[in-house]
C-alpha cells in the first residue's frame, strides 16, 4: 500500500532527525524552517508523528496482507 511506504519514510526521516538530535546536537528540521517554533516545522513534526502512528498499525496487519499489497 502506498500510504505505508510514504508514511514508512517519514518515520525514517525522523528518526534520521532525532538522530542528528542525539549525536550533533542539530535539529535539520527547525534548521531548515528557521526555527522549531515556526508553523512549518510543527507542521513537519506533526505529519512525522502521524506517520509513526500509522507505522505501529503495521505491527499489527498479518504478515500475508503485507505481501499482498507489494
Known sequence: M???RIALILTIIGALNWGS??????DVVAWIC???ATVLARVIYT???LAGLWCISLLFR?????Y???
Request: net charge negative; no cysteine.
Open 68 to 70: 499482498d499489497a507489494e
Open 34 to 36: 528557521g526555527g522549531g
Open 62 to 66: 498479518p504478515r500475508e496482507e503485507a
Open 2 to 4: 502506498i500510504l505505508d
Open 47 to 49: 505529519v512525522v508523528a
Open 21 to 26: 538530535i542525539g549525536l550533533f546536537s542539530f
